[in-house]
């Protein structure tokens, strides 16, 4: 082909290719047009339809139904490889406490140690160690039973050998189980709180361990198997029954000097008695009508058996009576107890021997955000002779003041004062005022 021609061919071809294109464009342009029209009949036709509607919803009515969109829609969602719904949660707990003594533990202290010669006493910490997270899982329906479970984990398991290990908080188990719960009987297996004595002073910087743990309240987490039943009801309440056996834990563990931490847990006392333990508790609770509420008071009787074999097999075993009550803006609760070799559940100020104590504590709600709360507990050697040990007493008291910001934050200033006795005439005392922060989501 000439290139004289190339031009005119061009033109010709351009000529041909723009008004198709321009063709097609508009054609779209109507269509578009055509769709828009026919939504904005199909709006208008909605808006008359509504209008007329004798049961037009007011915006009273539309709000809530709002709220709860967002709100839904706001939740961070968890899935689990089941597909079953997973819900994440947590506390994270910021405390600052001043202790005027040498105690055991500086941020949760339940034995005060003896006064250091020549020098002053004293400390101040400030940690985050008692934050917690977990998950809880709803699992499928078995039967007429629904399974759950729940899983929680804190920074309370120690800190790194390192310069500065008091900020680097190692994750500690909490709880994991699992639950099938019915309408009148459960069953569980797991690590949970164990079934003897389970009420707790109110504290919110006492998360990790209880408060009076030591001096008058048995505490223990604990793997178990465990089954719950109703063994009869009422308008007023119900009258429950709990039973299970709980893992040979003796609390003899000590472990070596230049070992901090150790991979397999050695047979102890405990593990060598080759049986488990057995708890059981009976309890009756004053329901209120409101069925999210609290019961009104609630009575229960627990005990406790298990064996230790040290050179020779010894018993160890305890029986408690605990109590709780609300009456309006006021409540109480506490517990008393008596036991031998119980030092895995903090009895006997943490020693095998013989003990008897317990803890009280009053609680006044002044509002709906402020509280205030306080109690005394004491644990007491007897048969000395028989049962020697190096602390023969240790009592503590606490007083704090709890205010919600909000419902998911909260602050509190509490005091604590401890004494511990020893036969030696030796003054182990310990004041610590306590700032707490927590924000739970």
């Known amino acids: 082909m000439k290139t004289k021609n190339l031009p005119l061919l061009l033109f010709w071809l351009l000529a041909g290719v723009l008004p198709l294109q321009a063709q097609t464009l508009e054609e779209e342009v109507r269509a578009m047009r055509a769709e828009i029209q026919r939504l904005r009949q199909e709006v208008e036709t909605l808006r008359q339809e509504v209008r007329g509607s004798p049961q037009e919803p007011s915006p009273a009515e539309i709000l809530p139904v709002l709220q709860a969109q967002v709100q839904e829609h706001a939740q961070t969602k968890v899935e689990s490889a089941s597909k079953f719904p997973v819900k994440l949660f ?15 533990w500086l941020d949760l202290p339940n034995i005060a140690g003896p006064r250091r010669t020549g020098e002053p006493s004293g400390t101040f910490i400030s940690t985050m160690r008692q934050s917690r997270v977990g998950l809880m899982l709803d ?5 007429s039973m629904k399974l759950n479970g729940l899983y929680t984990m804190d920074f309370f398991g ?5 310069s500065t290990g008091q900020v680097m908080g190692l994750p500690r188990m909490l709880y994991a189980y699992a639950r099938l719960d019915g309408e009148k009987s459960a069953f569980q297996i797991g ?8 009420n707790n002073p109110t504290s919110l910087g006492a998360q990790a361990f209880p408060l009076m743990f030591r001096s008058g309240n048995l505490y223990f987490r604990v793997p178990q198997i465990r089954a719950e039943r109703v ?3 009422s308008e007023g309440g119900e009258f429950h029954a709990i039973a299970g056996i709980i893992a040979p834990v003796a609390g003899d563990f000590v472990a070596p000097q230049a070992v901090n931490y150790q991979f397999v847990p050695p047979p102890l006392a405990g593990e060598r008695s080759r049986m488990p333990g057995v708890q059981a508790r009976l309890v009756w609770r004053a329901l209120s009508a409101d069925p999210y ?14 064996r230790e074999r040290f050179v020779t097999t010894v018993s160890s075993w305890a029986g408690a009576v605990d109590f709780n009550a609300t009456l309006g803006r006021f409540g109480t609760g506490g517990e008393l107890f008596v036991g ?18 317990g803890f009280i504590e009053g609680r006044v709600t002044a509002t709906r955000r402020f509280s205030l709360n306080g109690g ?3 644990d007491r050697l007897y048969h000395l002779a028989r049962f020697p040990a190096g602390i023969t007493r240790n009592s503590s008291a606490f007083g704090n003041a709890i205010y919600s910001l909000t419902p998911e934050f909260s602050t509190s200033l509490e005091y604590r004062w401890l004494k511990t006795r020893v036969p030696l005439p030796d003054r182990r005392l310990n004041h610590q005022l306590n700032l707490i922060f927590a924000y739970s989501f």
Do not use: C
Request: net charge negative; hydrophobic share 30%; proline share 7%.
């Open 90 to 104: 947590g506390t994270i707990v910021s405390q600052t406490a001043w202790n005027s003594g040498e105690p055991n």
């Open 139 to 143: 699992g499928p329906t078995i039967g």
């Open 158 to 162: 120690g800190i790194p050998n390192f």
């Open 191 to 198: 690590q949970d709180n164990m079934i003897l004595a389970p």
């Open 231 to 233: 063994l009869a009801s």
């Open 293 to 306: 509420e609290k019961p009104k008071w609630e009575l229960g009787a627990s005990g406790h058996y298990s």
């Open 340 to 357: 031998r070799n119980i030092d895995a559940f903090g009895g006997s100020v943490g020693q095998n021997a013989q003990s008897h104590g």
């Open 376 to 378: 005394f507990g004491t």
